[in-house]
């Protein structure tokens, strides 16, 4: 079968246990984000992580190493900000997306090498296994906290102000989710591309939400969609010498305008 022949490469192997990680943890952070009303909190953290990758190759140090920081930092300013200015919190992801837009343009240039440009789309098929064992560690680690904080992050994403009330550690529990949301992308630039990340997150959530009558079970079908994107991506990528990421956001795009149309009055 074409399908069992895909992976008996080495690398496609590899692809796919890597789809599997990335495939389970951005729907996990996808679906709070998408609930709290900040989609675009993935937008803003990717793009300042694909600065740190610039950064990274600029200093000649490991790419993935300054997308991580770059993110964690912009994930901390974002919170930061948000606080500042409570009543307009769509302005810290504004002034985030606007800074790594601008680090990420400046230190671009200077790169060396095609480098750069595989983290803007990804290059999930050419991991090493170095970069695989990081990918499944740091998505255990995300996994097992989101895991732990279920509930607080549940009603935090529907009520911030009564889990206030309820003695949630509120601004706790969305700095951690922030750095949670950070590491996700870090992980996932080398992968799916710091540009695709984002959508990663919200669409198989979209999709989710059109047949689920519940959270947990909207983040359930949420994972199985980001994980049909994700094989569907790679199977279209290796027999049409497609962009996996590229691949990956199309085929979840056509699915969702196709649950829209099925279902339009969900």
């Known amino acids: 079968m074409l399908f069992l022949e895909l992976f008996s490469f080495e690398f496609m192997r590899r692809a796919l246990l890597a789809a599997l990680c990335i495939s389970i943890i951005t729907p996990m952070i996808g679906q709070v984000i998408v609930l709290k009303r900040m989609s675009t909190v993935g937008d803003a953290l990717s793009h300042t992580?694909?600065?740190?990758?610039?950064?990274?190759?600029?200093?000649?140090?490991?790419?993935?190493?300054?997308?991580?920081?770059?993110?964690?930092c912009a994930g901390l300013a974002l919170e930061l900000i948000r606080r500042r200015f409570s009543w307009y919190a769509e302005l810290s992801v504004s002034i985030t997306l606007s800074l790594g837009v601008g680090l990420a343009a400046v230190f671009s240039g200077m790169a060396p090498g095609a480098g750069?440009?595989?983290?803007?789309?990804?290059?999930?098929?050419?991991?090493?296994?170095?970069?695989?064992?990081?990918i499944a560690m740091l998505s255990i680690i995300v996994v097992g906290i989101t895991i732990f904080l279920?509930?607080?992050?549940?009603?935090?994403?529907?009520?911030?102000?009564?889990?206030?009330?309820?003695?949630?550690?509120?601004?706790?529990?969305?700095?951690?989710?922030?750095?949670?949301?950070?590491?996700?992308?870090?992980?996932s630039a080398r992968t799916v591309g710091a540009l695709i990340i984002s959508s990663?997150?919200?669409?198989?959530?979209?999709?989710?939400?059109?047949?689920?009558r519940g959270y947990k079970e909207n983040l359930i079908y949420s994972i199985m969609f980001a994980f049909l994107f994700t094989m569907a991506g790679l199977i279209l990528s290796f027999y049409f010498n497609l962009r996996p990421g590229g691949a990956i956001v199309l085929i979840g795009i056509a699915v969702l305008v196709l649950l829209i149309i099925v279902r339009p009055r969900r």
Do not use: K, W
């Not at 694909?50 to 920081?69: C, E, Q, Y």
């Open 200 to 212: 990663l997150m919200v669409i198989p959530v979209a999709c989710a939400m059109q047949i689920s």
């Open 116 to 134: 750069f440009y595989n983290f803007l789309f990804g290059s999930i098929v050419a991991i090493s296994n170095g970069e695989l064992f990081s």
């Open 49 to 72: 992580g694909l600065a740190g990758v610039a950064i990274g190759l600029v200093l000649g140090f490991n790419p993935i190493i300054g997308a991580f920081a770059a993110a964690i």
């Open 150 to 187: 279920y509930r607080p992050l549940l009603h935090i994403a529907f009520d911030e102000e009564s889990a206030v009330s309820a003695g949630i550690p509120v601004n706790t529990i969305n700095l951690i989710f922030t750095i949670l949301t950070a590491v996700a992308v870090a992980i």
